[in-house]
């Protein structure tokens, strides 16, 4: 007799779907086991428990494991996000006590310290009697020395010293009148004589300053004010020329001011200030010393060069040493505990606090900012092709901040069926002024950087 089978005679049909009845419960058990991954389930014998209470039970043990593993992955995530938060609280409490302690040096002399911004470059003599402003937005150079009253007539009497007789200031500058005026005796209050005999001891440090300044490096090689100064000749001024372009065309147009002013060490000074002019196209001579950098980051990234030059002229007007409240640092204006450390994650997939003096190395703020700035791109919008929506989308989110372009734009607005002059007109309506005008400014500034990015 045929398995399975009466004992009427089975034809083929009927003998398969009976041998198939016999051996399906087997099956089903181990295709359970397989589904599930909780092991083999043996078919019920008479008397035994439910095999699907026990797989439940399986199932919910790996269950309650899985959800041990998540919690402590979410409690690993919390602890290394509190560390974080407390190196952050420790880096930033070392700048401020740097920053405090060297505001105090500064104020003993000045009424009061500057800082560095985004658009100028300060820095003091290591005296603190000297100080210089680089304006890189409107391209100007202003050095102050102060010089206590007391060294004013060091001779010994009202005269103006040897080499305040024997150096000339160009004739109808501000220097001349004074000298004009003191060189005759008597002629005017003893203010006059005192304002001039300040000025060899102003003039020095007013040398020295500069001298510092065209000595300073944005990276290796390159010092930052390279061929943005000419002198009346045109001759470009550089660590070699910087002496003679000083004594000859910068100090003579030194201004004293006309009064002294009463440190709060007590001290009666003078200031004294000279300014230079930079080239009319200052700005893009500095782009160019980041030919090395932008470009290749760009490719890197998928990202137009002009685009990331835009930005950085924008963001700093390309002063490496720039530095904002939020705090920001370096040319591409990172935020260390935000786009910094975003990108520094992705490209080195290690979560880590950056401080200043990383970010403003340009070779190191430059590529955290490109990648960053593709961060934005992909996660925002990885599927609208490339082109000016997506720049323009782009420039909104390195401003505005991405979490504000995708609620307040993209859930709101499908992008994809505008142009790009719909896109650009809809970023006009919904963000505020300030990323209005900065969405403009980038737009408008890229085509500045053509030359430059021509292959």
């Given at each position: 007799?045929?398995i399975?089978?009466?004992?009427?005679?089975?034809?083929?049909?009927?003998?398969?779907?009976t041998?198939?009845?016999?051996?399906?419960l087997?099956?089903?058990?181990?295709?359970m086991a397989?589904?599930?991954?909780?092991?083999?389930?043996?078919?019920?014998a008479?008397?035994a428990?439910?095999?699907?209470?026990?797989?439940?039970?399986?199932?919910?043990q790996?269950q309650?494991?899985?959800d041990?593993?998540?919690r402590?992955?979410?409690e690993?995530?919390?602890?290394k996000?509190a560390a974080?938060e407390?190196?952050?609280?420790q880096k930033?409490q070392?700048?401020e006590a740097?920053w405090?302690?060297?505001?105090r040096e500064?104020e003993?002399?000045?009424?009061h310290?500057?800082?560095?911004t985004?658009?100028?470059?300060?820095?003091?003599?290591?005296?603190?009697?000297?100080?210089s402003?680089?304006?890189?937005?409107?391209?100007?150079?202003?050095v102050?020395a102060?010089?206590p009253?007391?060294?004013?007539?060091a001779s010994?009497?009202?005269e103006?010293?040897?080499?305040a007789?024997?150096?000339?200031?160009?004739?109808?500058s501000e220097?001349?009148?004074?000298?004009?005026?003191a060189?005759?005796?008597?002629s005017?209050?003893?203010?006059e004589?005192?304002?001039?005999?300040?000025?060899?001891?102003a003039?020095?440090e007013?040398?020295?300053?500069?001298e510092?300044?065209?000595s300073?490096e944005?990276k290796?090689?390159r010092?930052?004010?390279?061929n943005?100064?000419?002198t009346?000749?045109?001759?470009?001024?550089?660590?070699q020329t910087v002496?003679?372009?000083?004594?000859?065309e910068?100090?003579?147009?030194?201004?004293?001011?006309?009064k002294?002013?009463?440190?709060?060490?007590?001290?009666?000074?003078?200031m004294?200030?000279?300014?230079?002019?930079?080239?009319p196209d200052?700005v893009?001579?500095?782009?160019q010393?980041?030919?090395?950098l932008?470009p290749p980051?760009a490719?890197?990234h998928?990202?137009?060069?002009?685009?990331?030059f835009a930005?950085?002229?924008?963001?700093?007007?390309?002063?490496p040493r720039?530095?904002?409240?939020?705090p920001a640092?370096?040319?591409?204006q990172?935020?260390?505990?935000?786009?910094?450390?975003d990108?520094y994650?992705?490209?080195?997939?290690d979560?880590?606090?950056?401080?200043?003096v990383?970010l403003?190395?340009?070779?190191?703020?430059?590529?955290?900012?490109?990648?960053y700035l593709h961060?934005?791109?992909?996660?925002?919008f990885?599927?609208?092709e490339?082109?000016?929506?997506?720049?323009?989308?782009?420039i909104?989110?390195?401003?505005?901040?991405?979490?504000n372009v995708r609620?307040?734009?993209?859930?709101?607005v499908?992008?994809?069926?505008?142009?790009e002059?719909?896109?650009f007109?809809?970023?006009d309506?919904?963000?505020?002024?300030?990323?209005?005008?900065?969405?403009?400014?980038?737009?408008?500034?890229?085509s500045?950087?053509?030359?430059?990015t021509?292959?």
């Amino acid at each position: 007799m045929e398995i399975g089978c009466s004992s009427s005679p089975c034809g083929p049909s009927k003998r398969r779907l009976t041998m198939w009845r016999t051996i399906r419960l087997p099956v089903v058990f181990w295709l359970m086991a397989e589904m599930t991954g909780l092991g083999p389930v043996m078919p019920l014998a008479a008397g035994a428990a439910d095999p699907f209470e026990e797989i439940n039970k399986r199932f919910q043990q790996r269950q309650q494991e899985g959800d041990e593993a998540l919690r402590d992955i979410h409690e690993q995530y919390r602890a290394k996000r509190a560390a974080m938060e407390a190196q952050w609280k420790q880096k930033e409490q070392e700048i401020e006590a740097r920053w405090q302690q060297t505001k105090r040096e500064i104020e003993r002399k000045w009424d009061h310290a500057l800082q560095s911004t985004s658009k100028d470059w300060v820095d003091y003599s290591p005296t603190k009697d000297a100080r210089s402003i680089v304006d890189f937005e409107n391209g100007m150079v202003e050095v102050t020395a102060l010089v206590p009253v007391a060294q004013a007539g060091a001779s010994g009497n009202d005269e103006p010293s040897a080499l305040a007789r024997t150096w000339m200031p160009q004739r109808g500058s501000e220097a001349a009148r004074i000298f004009r005026v003191a060189l005759v005796p008597d002629s005017e209050p003893p203010w006059e004589k005192t304002m001039v005999a300040v000025l060899p001891a102003a003039w020095i440090e007013i040398a020295h300053q500069i001298e510092q300044l065209f000595s300073r490096e944005a990276k290796p090689g390159r010092p930052i004010l390279s061929n943005q100064v000419m002198t009346r000749a045109g001759a470009p001024v550089n660590q070699q020329t910087v002496k003679a372009f000083v004594e000859q065309e910068v100090l003579p147009t030194a201004v004293v001011a006309d009064k002294p002013v009463e440190s709060r060490d007590g001290v009666n000074r003078v200031m004294v200030t000279a300014k230079i002019k930079m080239t009319p196209d200052h700005v893009k001579k500095r782009a160019q010393h980041y030919l090395d950098l932008v470009p290749p980051h760009a490719k890197r990234h998928g990202l137009d060069p002009r685009l990331l030059f835009a930005l950085i002229h924008t963001e700093s007007f390309f002063n490496p040493r720039a530095q904002s409240p939020a705090p920001a640092y370096g040319l591409m204006q990172l935020v260390p505990r935000a786009a910094a450390r975003d990108a520094y994650n992705f490209l080195y997939k290690d979560d880590k606090v950056l401080d200043d003096v990383y970010l403003l190395d340009p070779s190191n703020n430059i590529e955290l900012g490109a990648a960053y700035l593709h961060l934005l791109r992909k996660q925002l919008f990885a599927d609208l092709e490339d082109g000016e929506k997506k720049n323009y989308l782009s420039i909104c989110a390195y401003n505005w901040g991405p979490t504000n372009v995708r609620n307040k734009v993209l859930k709101q607005v499908r992008v994809h069926d505008l142009t790009e002059s719909q896109v650009f007109a809809l970023l006009d309506q919904r963000t505020p002024e300030e990323t209005r005008i900065y969405l403009k400014k980038v737009k408008d500034r890229m085509s500045l950087y053509d030359d430059l990015t021509e292959s």
